[in-house]
């Protein structure tokens, strides 16, 4: 379930919901009650009863009748919001603003490759670059609007032939994530004849694929077919095959993977010189992995297994391959494994574990460029591959920086982002150390200079510090009545570094402060802090989050009744553990995607997936755990609950829809206020492919019902560029 980009993590006065509600025109039809059916599973002898489990069945007709009114009451309670067109307005302006969007960047053959996102286009699409400062020279490759005007197909990866002559492009449809490889020359942009192979990217496993050395065929990773296993057993069992151009997929050989876990997952690279094929295996989201090698004889050599704590590789231009091992080292530490004797017991180390934790990696002709992470902002720094020190890249303070793209020599092209600041792409010179701001970035919708970002540092129930960034108006007034949203994350070692959200901006000039929480679970701080937040001690994301609701309230930036939480996926999880631990903290709760119900999780797909993240109720202790924070069933009967606006897709092939249908019958049922508790589904995922209209529709439902339920006025904002904030 982790996020894999867009990324889903992108919000309170006193009952003016209600009042506002009973006072429009229109009878709104009431939620559907669910029918309580009696189920009793048992846990390691613990019963635990499932009054709603019949909700699960998305196909069972009384399941679609029961969403159908729930869709129902949420339109007819959403679309009587006040000021919702200009709201939309607001919201169409700062989504569609016109200024392209450049990710994913990678330069084979002399070519650069880029995703194209360019509103209002509903989809993005793949170019080539010829110049980076000049974006009007780009030529479109692939674009999904063409294939599909529908806006509901998508790419989910592309990958260049080193050569960059041909391009494997990944397409799926309607938020399924299941893509189906396509070849195309990048000359003329047209699918090679007969060149498709089916199914290689998932929501469960997700896909990879790379090149041979002289792009006659790729690597990629493929699912069971036909009937090599049972009906359920093919979202599992992933494995690596290799694709001869030419030739049909039928044909395609079997290269590894026999023998790996259900829960296999691979990511394959290519050196560049093609003499050798990394397969990196991951054991489920729980950040476990072990290296394959394939050396020139076409022979696969185990280089690492999950114990060895090698999570990352990289193919070096000196003949070696470079590791990140967590071994002994849970900030990190860079090894060198010459491929003439490609042994782990052979490595050197030329990156030592330092005070920051290694993020990533891109080896240069004579050097190493290292991202670390600084609890959410991050920086690069050099290092000779010889282990010299060359200094820190001159990136923006309180920043993400990433990208690295390989552009000859030691030179990069390299991404930066803040709070307050769209991503910017320069070009770095290793001749001369500085960065040469290319024509690629992004211009921000938004006047963002009299945003202020503050760093703080809570303190969590057993004593951690946890960092907490707040944004918000200069000038803004600790006098305890500021509408405040509050999101994090914390799971599946991702961090919630800066970057640019227009939608923060939307609340910000509203008088509203954003906050933004680096919690436990995620790689702020390596290895250790990702594990202090997961399997059975997933409660501290739980704490830690508390504790920065906590200390908004108690430095007066804001009270509970003016406090709004947002989180999605697993965020979604942590809006649900939040809401049922800590109701009295929260106005309102916007929960996205999540997971509800710990217990029957891992009978899903991706479920199965989460099981070395999130750990699996046939362990006894694991089980207590879940059970013990289980959102679904930590509801109360008669506890005045926040209002909620859950959210789902339909063809989530990450987080089952059955999670947000069972916890808003619970809650509906349950609640001792009169506050409301609606389900907002849509026909797409977990929020990858989903096309801009969709998106803007979603978040102008999200905002509207958010600034109601904190009791803002909505003042309209008129232009492109908002004003900036009173001094």
Not at 466 to 492: D, E, S
Not at 502 to 526: C, P, S, W
Request: aromatic letters at 8%; hydrophobic letters at 35%.
């Amino acid at each position: 379930m982790q996020q894999r980009l867009k990324p889903a993590i992108a919000a309170l006065s006193l009952m003016l919901p209600l009042t506002s509600l009973a006072g429009a025109k229109g009878a709104v039809p009431p939620a559907p009650v669910a029918a309580k059916k009696a189920v009793v599973d048992t846990y390691h002898g613990t019963k635990v009863d499932d009054p709603y489990q019949w909700l699960e069945k998305s196909d069972d007709p009384e399941v679609r009748k029961w969403v159908d009114g729930q869709t129902a009451h949420m339109r007819a309670v959403l679309d009587k919001l006040p000021s919702r067109d200009a709201i939309r307005a607001r919201i169409t302006t700062l989504l569609s603003h016109k200024s392209a969007a450049h990710y994913a960047m990678v330069q084979r053959g002399g070519v650069l490759f880029s995703m194209k996102f360019q509103p209002p286009r509903q989809q993005s699409m793949l170019v080539v670059l010829p110049s980076v400062d000049d974006p009007s020279t780009a030529r479109v490759l692939v674009d999904p609007m063409e294939l599909d005007p529908s806006g509901h197909t998508t790419i989910d990866f592309f990958v260049p032939s080193l050569d960059g002559k041909k391009v494997a492009v990944s397409l799926s449809k309607d938020g399924t994530e299941s893509g189906d490889v396509t070849v195309y020359d990048v000359s003329t942009g047209k699918a090679l004849p007969g060149e498709v192979v089916p199914r290689v990217n998932g929501g469960t496993a997700g896909g990879s694929l790379t090149w041979n050395a002289d792009g006659t065929g790729f690597f990629y990773t493929r699912y069971p077919r036909g009937e090599e296993r049972p009906a359920e057993d093919r979202d599992f069992f992933q494995q690596v095959y290799f694709h001869k151009l030419g030739t049909p997929e039928d044909k395609d050989t079997y290269e590894l993977g026999k023998g790996a876990p259900r829960i296999a997952n691979y990511h394959l690279k290519t050196s560049d010189d093609g003499s050798h094929v990394l397969a990196i295996l991951g054991n489920g989201d729980g950040g476990e992995y072990a290296l394959y090698l394939r050396g020139p004889a076409g022979t696969w050599t185990q280089l690492s297994t999950f114990e060895d704590k090698l999570v990352d590789a990289a193919f070096g231009q000196d003949g070696a391959l470079y590791a990140l091992s967590r071994k002994d080292a849970p900030r990190g530490k860079v090894l060198r494994i010459a491929l003439a004797t490609p042994a782990l017991d052979k490595a050197t180390v030329l990156v030592p574990e330092g005070p920051s934790s290694i993020a990533s990696f891109r080896p240069t002709a004579t050097r190493l460029y290292v991202v670390e992470q600084l609890g959410g902002p991050t920086r690069m720094r050099m290092v000779g591959l010889d282990g010299k020190e060359l200094g820190v890249v001159p990136t923006p303070p309180v920043s993400s920086v990433g990208g690295g793209v390989y552009l000859g020599g030691d030179d990069l092209l390299l991404a930066t982002s803040s709070y307050t600041e769209p991503v910017s792409l320069y070009r770095y010179g290793a001749k001369d150390g500085k960065l040469a701001k290319t024509a690629l970035g992004r211009t921000s919708p938004v006047d963002t200079r009299d945003v202020v970002v503050d760093r703080v540092m809570c303190t969590s129930k057993d004593g951690t510090q946890v960092p907490l960034n707040i944004l918000h108006g200069r000038g803004t007034k600790l006098n305890g009545n500021n509408p405040t949203l509050l999101t994090g994350y914390g799971g599946f070692n991702l961090s919630l570094s800066p970057g640019f959200n227009a939608m923060n901006f939307a609340f910000i000039e509203q008088g509203g402060v954003v906050a933004i929480a680096n919690l436990r679970g995620g790689a702020e701080f390596g290895e250790e802090w990702h594990a202090n937040g997961s399997l059975t001690k997933k409660q501290n994301v739980f704490d830690d989050f508390y504790a920065c609701a906590k200390l908004l309230v108690d430095k007066k930036w804001t009270k509970p009744e003016r406090l709004a939480i947002q989180g999605g996926s697993n965020g979604g999880l942590l809006m649900g553990a939040a809401l049922t631990q800590h109701p009295e903290m929260y106005r309102t709760v916007l929960a996205h995607v999540g997971i509800y119900d710990m217990l029957r999780v891992e009978l899903t797909p991706n479920g199965q997936f989460n099981t070395t993240e999130y750990g699996t109720v046939k362990n006894p202790e694991q089980f207590q755990a879940m059970y013990g924070y289980s959102p679904y069933h930590q509801v109360k009967d008669g506890v005045k609950y926040p209002s909620v606006l859950f959210t789902s897709g339909e063809n989530d092939p990450r987080v089952d829809p059955f999670h947000s249908r069972k916890m808003v019958a619970r809650l509906q049922e349950a609640t001792g206020s009169k506050r409301p508790v609606l389900l907002r589904t849509n026909n797409m995922g977990h929020g990858m492919g989903t096309p801009l209209d969709q998106e803007i529709a979603e978040e102008v439902d999200v905002y509207a019902f958010l600034f109601n339920e904190l009791g803002m006025k909505y003042k309209p904002v008129d232009g492109k560029l908002s004003a900036p904030a009173s001094k």
